[in-house]
């Protein structure tokens, strides 16, 4: 038995306590000041108000100022909060570590430096560290195609456990695993966190498809834009590859479960894919995000860092100008408010026939 | 203006025949003994009963009979049969080929030898033909996502022309190519049609999760399969790519509009995923398959002819016996009647942990 602590209590945190706890580990989910309704909830009925299963009874809830209680012994602790918090669950973590605890995190999301240098979340959950509790607590990463709700229901789910070591990986990975729920490992943290930061922004993109017949111009036919939404998907299946790549990952990870097997289950559904589609409508992303009620846009806080950042990576001669032309668009219309014109012409390289060089397979210019 | 002479009146070369005559071409269907009715009906009213589009007028429809007036002059030549058709329209074209004439095929699928070696279509199109027809009419084929219907539709489509011939290429691609059906090119034609046959093969299994949840055995909860198809798109997507290295194609033509590109608008909807949706509630093929009507489905017949390679080429020592997971329980599903039990363990290189090594990225097998 494995002493788990969980930091944060949203959906897909909280799921994995299942597998967790169907291994007969000991699991600790520690609420963010965010989540005290939640916690009170988990302790009195073991249900989660946003996941349709009940927890496993040995799950158990704490408040944040129990947070030292329920860290105390853990061999794992997993972050469990957003990309917008990664700074506050960093510098939380960094007074509650147990010695040698591994530590895996969920947040998914790149932020950008002043120069457009593009970091992972993993390296910044990590910066208020000490340099002891930086090299010994090597900090992994989940990837890979994963709806919370399925995870709590026992339902297949095949997913990537990412990091720099090895070994913590496969300790990792075995706490994890059951029949249900599948663990491969990668040593490629920054392709898959690429990978899970990029998904989110190209679900969006795939989303706009969705909308583009509902906007008041359109030809009203009901024809589905599947074509459309496929191009869109391929473009950033080859932007993915390309990212990971600029970043010092590898390109290939691009290429199973953590790049197109979650850009799959993520273009599927969701809230990014939701926003995409009134984009496509015609909407603004600020009405578009009031129409949902302002969630929490992890693709499109992704694809106005990243959008921002290669102008930046262009003058420093680390991009071409004319890279990235999907993310670049999806920038233009989240951020700058400017109408949707997909810029086919610019993708896979370019389009034979136009300005850009007629480059064929977009895997030759990694 | 060019002439076009298309075999074949199925719905994907019938909608292509909108970009040629928007570009001003002179297009002209010549049905197949199967398709008197159709001609009929397009000679009289310019509608395709397939399609929910009018061909525009200029669009002209030949009987069988007529194929040598229709190929008259021709420049290029568009082979609309399917798979099961290729080597009767190869057979019949090598006696109306006009000199000169370009050739693009869009029949999807592999076949296998005796030895269990995989030939791609295009290959097979050619096999009647004199060696000078060979070699004066390169045959090049379109991969991507294609909905026939959108095309028609003129909704925004992005392909590829794939041949060996980059001249040939870049003349069929400017023929076709509209601000709506966007064309690339690329000459690794083995990587495309590898692609193209086996899309069809893995959509086939993404549509078994729809059906999982229908089993009478299952537990009845309304949630979806997303994360299960998730897996299943990516070891898709890891199996294309292997198997376009194998047959001596890119495997990166498997990571855009060729490969994930046609996957996604093929696993969304359409025969294949209904016969998986019937194979995943429990039926047997050939009950599923009489379900639906006994449709064309040229991602079965590529399921059955490669799985039936795949020993062939193991015990020739060209494929590990474990590759291919995916493909080889397609075929046990659907060719040997075994129920469904998806060998989650041997996917992505073997889930560590388990029997199989613990490769990590499945690109590193390549």
Sequence with gaps: MTRVAVLGTGVTCTALSVPLADNGHDVR???THLDREIIDRIKTSSVHPGLDEELP????????????QAFAGAEIVLSGVNSFGVRWAGE????????????????????AGA????????????????????????????AGPMIAGEVAARRDTCVVFAGRDQAALDRLASAFRTDA????TSTDLVGCEVCAALKNCYALGVGLAHGVLEAPDASGRPDRMHNYEAALFAQGAAEMRHMAALLGGDPETAGWLPGVGDMYVTSIGGRNVQVGRLLGAGARFE?????????????AAAIREIGEALPKLARRGMVNPEDFPLLRHLYEVIALDLPLDIPWRSFFGGEPGHDRATAHAPGTRD
Tied chains: 1, 2.
């Design 29 to 31: 989910l520690v609420g």
């Design 57 to 68: 009874v040995s799950v158990k809830a704490y408040q944040l100022e129990e947070a030292s």
């Design 92 to 111: 939380l973590l960094a007074g509650l570590l147990p010695d040698r605890a591994l530590v895996i995190a969920i947040a998914k999301g790149l932020e």
């Design 115 to 142: 120069d457009g240098e593009l970091r992972i979340l993993t390296d910044l959950l990590t910066e208020s560290w000490s340099a002891s509790q930086r090299a010994s607590h090597s900090v992994s990463a989940i």
């Design 181 to 184: 729920y599948r663990v491969w």
């Design 287 to 299: 009405d578009a995000s009031a129409r949902l009620g302002h969630p929490t846009l992890e693709g």
